[in-house]
């Protein structure tokens, strides 16, 4: 069975219950958030593995800079696991 999700169709495989009423990926709700979908070793080479079907919440989040707009959420993400939020720099041809 596959769960239909702005954005991608998500297996449901991938997905836990939250509520009756919604799911998440599997794995993101835990003290220690880690999608089950994500493959590698954030900092290093990490990727989505079902990027082309990833849920709303993953298609709508950008890093930071890469439109030429901050992005909250994706500096928070990337400084607790370690790394510097990017910059403009980052981005520039």
Sequence with gaps: METDLAGGIVPSALTENLDPHRVNMHGTNAYEPRCRSLVGEVGVA???????????P????????????????????????GMQ?????DFAL
Excluded: F, M
């Excluded at 990490?46 to 709303?56: D, F, L, M, N, Q």
């Excluded at 989040?61 to 993400?77: T, Y």
């Excluded at 939020?85 to 720099?89: D, G, I, S």
């Design 46 to 56: 990490a990727h989505c593995g079902i990027y082309e079907v990833r849920p709303s």
């Design 58 to 81: 993953c298609h709508d989040l950008q890093p930071a800079w890469e439109n030429g707009e901050p992005s909250p959420q994706c500096d928070k993400a990337r400084i607790k696991h």
């Design 85 to 89: 939020p990017l910059t403009p720099a």
